[in-house]
């Protein structure tokens, strides 16, 4: 039997919905090439050129981060602050 705490990527918030930064080396990981994306989209695909195509690229970006948080965060519940 194991009864150690699962090991979170990032934490849940503590007010809202949602995750906080990370705070594990994993989800720092994740998080910066999550702004390389965005950076290389914007370099790729300059918005007022391509809108669409950086439209789909942020939006899919967006999407996988918010899977790996789901997959290896907190679970998300609305919170309302340290009471």
Same mark, same amino acid.
């Given at each position: 039997?194991?009864?150690? $705490?699962? @090991?979170?990527? #990032?934490?849940? $918030?503590?007010?809202?919905?949602?995750?906080?930064?990370?705070? *594990?080396?994993?989800?720092? =990981?994740?998080?910066? =090439?999550?702004? =390389? *994306?965005? &950076?290389?989209?914007?370099?790729? #695909?300059?918005?007022?050129?391509?809108?669409?195509?950086?439209? &789909?690229?942020? @939006?899919?970006?967006?999407?996988?981060?918010?899977?790996?948080?789901?997959? $290896?965060?907190?679970?998300?519940?609305?919170?309302?602050?340290?009471?």
């Amino acid at each position: 039997m194991n009864s150690e $705490k699962p @090991t979170y990527w #990032f934490p849940a $918030k503590t007010d809202g919905w949602g995750w906080g930064l990370p705070c *594990s080396w994993q989800g720092w =990981a994740v998080l910066l =090439a999550f702004i =390389a *994306s965005i &950076v290389a989209d914007s370099i790729l #695909f300059p918005p007022p050129l391509r809108p669409f195509a950086f439209a &789909v690229w942020i @939006t899919m970006a967006c999407a996988i981060l918010f899977a790996i948080c789901f997959a $290896k965060g907190e679970r998300p519940v609305w919170r309302w602050g340290r009471r």
